[in-house]
């Protein structure tokens, strides 16, 4: 796809990324195409929606990302509102979204900009409420653990008013998960849990998890949580550290949204959207997490090997059984010939010489 206007997304507390938000100027200048940073770091201004953040920057088709993976989220927060692609270029140590080395920052815009690339759509997660969410002024400094300006509250969109008794729908796509956690050290959050309409069970815990395929790796997992294909849709529940003898994951169909009502005798609770605090409950308040229509559209510069990429970033060759066992033999995978026919419809890794 040729590029005809580029947002700049860049983690100001790398020198590395300025350096290459430089390269990204220059590759832009080199090709008359507009390019305008979108600053989501600086104290000295109010955060916007996504939406007008995308608007303000002349609503580009490319956000490029300079950072790690909460770095790419600040720019697919952006960029869905649009439909406009994501570039992950990689500042991080255990990313799983961004693609591109930073050296190779430059080759990757040639390769999106001559249409070389391959776009990879992901599922993201949307959301209605019992009512329009808020964060009470006093708790927002607190909350925000000097991070800069906060996120504002996710907006009404226009059909709230269709279904009376259905809440609001909230414009909203996480591309990780939506993260429902106590306020207080000393007050667990409690709230029912329902999955396609029914009640589950109610929860007592330090959190409730509600993430995509692509989030399975991200604060579900670190709770013990399984690892999904980031390919494939399904709706993820994982509660924190619950007070209950049940305390595992439920993995949902796509179609089956999870929704979560605080009890009467709970706490308060936060509500953050990919890692960001976007309202406060209150008991009898509740949220619905459901999938988006809307995905978001990553820049490859090849097929995604996302198991390669686990086994590195969790460095599970250094298991023992490798030292006794040696290197695995290939299997599956016959880079010299073309798959029979019954392998022929399968995702399969590139091999590691084609990467």
Excluded at 17 to 25: E, I, K, N, P, T
Excluded at 124 to 150: D, I
Excluded at 195 to 218: F, H, K, N, W
Excluded at 244 to 270: K, W
């Amino acid at each position: 796809m040729p590029v005809h206007r580029i947002g700049l997304v860049v983690h100001q507390g790398h020198t590395v990324a300025l350096d290459a938000a430089s390269r990204v100027h220059a590759w832009c200048d080199a090709r008359g195409v507009p390019c305008t940073e979108i600053d989501v770091w600086s104290t000295d201004h109010r955060r916007g929606s996504g939406r007008e953040e995308a608007h303000a920057a002349g609503d580009p088709d490319l956000v490029v990302t300079l950072g790690g993976d909460g770095t790419f989220l600040r720019g697919a927060r952006i960029a869905v509102k649009t439909g406009a692609s994501v570039l992950g270029v990689d500042l991080g140590k255990v990313g799983f979204l961004t693609e591109v080395p930073v050296g190779d920052v430059t080759a990757a815009l040639d390769a999106v900009h001559a249409d070389r690339a391959v776009v990879e759509e992901r599922m993201t997660l949307t959301m209605r409420a019992s009512r329009p969410p808020e964060v009470p002024e006093e708790m927002e400094a607190f909350l925000r653990y000097g991070r800069g300006p906060a996120l504002p509250p996710p907006q009404v969109r226009q059909e709230s008013t269709v279904g009376a008794g259905w809440g609001v729908a909230l414009d909203v796509n996480a591309l990780n998960d939506v993260v429902v956690e106590k306020l207080a050290r000393d007050h667990q959050v409690s709230a029912g849990v329902y999955i396609a309409g029914r009640l589950l069970a109610s929860y007592s815990a330090d959190a409730l998890v509600v993430a995509t395929p692509t989030g399975s790796t991200a604060y579900s997992f670190a709770a013990g949580g399984p690892v999904l294909s980031p390919h494939m849709d399904a709706v993820v529940f994982t509660p924190i550290a619950p007070h209950m003898t049940f305390n595992r994951t439920v993995v949902a169909a796509p179609d089956e949204p999870v929704a979560l009502r605080i009890l009467p005798h709970s706490g308060r609770a936060a509500v953050s959207i990919d890692g960001q605090l976007r309202a406060v409950l209150d008991p009898g308040d509740w949220i619905g997490v459901f999938r988006a229509p809307q995905r978001v559209r990553l820049i490859r510069l090849h097929p995604t090997d996302f198991y390669g990429r686990l086994r590195d970033r969790f460095h599970l060759t250094d298991a023992p059984a490798t030292a006794t066992d040696g290197e695995s033999a290939p299997w599956f995978l016959r880079p010299d010939a073309p798959p029979p026919p019954d392998l022929a419809g399968l995702r399969l890794s590139p091999p590691a010489a084609a990467r």
